[in-house]
């Protein structure tokens, strides 16, 4: 992995397209589960590298040790072509892979991603989901005092009652 690391901190496409056709594995994970592609959103690589990973066989359905799935990490560091990709492709957006129940939705709500909850809301995505612990991404919302982004969610709460 100490490789790839190297080549994604770098955002270095060459190199990475090198790399895999000396072998390197687009399906590696580091020891926590965390894969290769999460690795590429977390050094906020370049568009063209996820699509080189995705189109040499990284496995976009992967999720780590905890549940954290690629579209997880996909929202967290707000790639929104990653997102509608996986969207396209089927990925569920109402089906939580953490193990604590913690949604997307959640997750977007937590880092401020607007643009993200926009889509999932023009999705149909369930506000109401709650994890583990009973709260919901509009009780997210309130604690991290997003009060434009919890009227985002009210306002999607009104409009579904309606």
Known sequence: ????????????????????????????VEENGESVICFALRYHCDQEIIDLLIESGADVTHTDNEGVSV?????????????ERLIKSGFDVNHPTRQSGFTPLMGAVCYGRTEVIKKLLELGVDVHARDAY??????????????????????EEKNGTD
């Open 134 to 155: 009973g709260l919901n991404a509009i009780d997210f919302a309130r604690k991290m005092h997003k009060k434009s982004i919890l009227d985002l969610l009210q306002g």
């Open 1 to 28: 992995m100490e490789e790839w690391i190297t080549l994604l901190k770098a955002n270095d496409y060459l190199g990475i397209k090198k790399y895999l056709k000396s072998g390197g594995n687009p399906n590696e």
């Open 71 to 83: 579209f997880d990490v996909a929202v967290t560091y707000n790639n929104l072509s990653l997102i």
